[in-house]
């Protein structure tokens, strides 16, 4: 059975469909796009999530794209940061702020300052702006990431190698221990994609 949105969803879905009714149709299927891939944000407690957008996506200029990106958060109360952008695309995470400062929270003192070397009184945008920093500065995707992409804290220390939890499989991301905990939040991630779609095509 169909999950029904709540009615704060409803409200916010109904508001974004009517907005959309004024944009041009490049502008719809790209926001309809963002729709779907950050489901798990909107529908299912997902903290954020990371899109690589190329350059002409939806054959958008890189203004427009940004500005659509705007708007689309301001509809569901999110929030973006680019972390990354180069001649070929643009790498964007979309999330959830209190949700992220959530994660941040949960972290232990000395994982996050000694283990990680994060500087002391972190919150969701300047934890993000630290870690666009490393990963402009190394040329590779902090793994760190995980925390704010919602993988289960044990999944994220154990691909670093900062637990000695054995790997147990896979399922999106690598699964360190107990595989329940982190396929129970695969499905519940899953779950509110399918129900982007469905509603997507209803609209």
Request: proline share 4%.
């Amino acid at each position: 059975m169909q999950q029904r949105f709540s009615k704060n969803q409803e409200q916010k879905l109904s508001n974004w469909r009517r907005r959309l009714n004024t944009q041009k149709k490049s502008e719809v299927l790209f926001e309809h796009w963002i729709f779907m891939h950050t489901a798990a944000v909107l529908f299912a407690g997902k903290p954020g999530e990371l899109l690589i957008l190329k350059r002409g996506l939806f054959n958008l200029l890189p203004e427009k794209t940004l500005e659509s990106i705007d708007s689309f958060c301001s509809s569901f109360a999110l929030q973006f940061n680019v972390l990354l952008e180069n001649e070929h695309s643009i790498k964007v995470i979309f999330y959830n702020e209190v949700a992220v400062n959530r994660r941040i929270d949960y972290i232990p003192k000395k994982i996050l300052h000694c283990t990680l070397r994060y500087p002391f009184g972190l919150r969701s945008e300047s934890f993000l702006k630290e870690l666009g920093k490393r990963w402009l500065e190394s040329g590779t995707t902090p793994h760190e990431i995980g925390i704010v992409l919602g993988y289960p804290l044990k999944d994220v220390w154990g691909f670093m190698g900062i637990s000695s939890d054995p790997c147990s499989g896979s399922c999106g991301w690598r699964i360190y221990g107990n595989p329940l905990p982190s396929l129970k939040k695969r499905t519940l991630y899953n779950h509110a994609r399918t129900r982007a779609e469905t509603y997507l095509r209803a609209a």
